[in-house]
């Protein structure tokens, strides 16, 4: 494999949620007179957060011989052209005035840095994958050396 991450969401977020089910607790503890009952809503709720944040922060980023897999999506390389590795601001343009509507997105909001995949598959609309990346210089360099061997006749 010549790349894998997953794109997990930051600590600052798991502070935030256990914040907000602690308010959530503070609140029912108030209006519901059995702290059991509290305790055991606020316990479900704190899991439903838990299950969002496992779930938002599970999508996997892989390139290995043969494909690239973002989340549930995967192109075989003989289909992927020039990958750019964006930082924010170019990442922020590509993705808002400069966007191109048929373009395959897969942004978090707590990665600023992206890189732009060029797809070069005749029989897709997409022209480029826009993909969040901790670190976009090393899925680039992955997904360019890759995508510059020969096709073997997958195109």
Known sequence: ?????????PLRWWVQGTMLVASF????AVAVPSVLAAALV???????VAFGFLAYGGTRITVDEHELRV??????????GHCQALDQESTRRVAGVD??????????P???RSVRVTIEDRNDPTP????????????????NEVSSRPANGVL
Request: charged share 20%; aromatic share 14%; no cysteine.
């Open 1 to 9: 494999m010549q790349y894998a991450e997953r794109l997990t969401v």
């Open 25 to 28: 607790w503070f609140a029912i």
């Open 42 to 48: 606020s316990a479900g709720f704190g899991a439903l």
């Open 71 to 80: 989340g549930k999506a995967h192109i075989e390389l003989g289909y992927v």
């Open 99 to 108: 966007a191109d509507a048929r373009a395959h997105l897969v942004l978090r």
């Open 110 to 112: 707590y990665l600023k």
């Open 128 to 143: 480029y994958w826009l993909v969040s990346t901790r670190h976009p210089d090393r899925l680039a360099a992955a997904l």
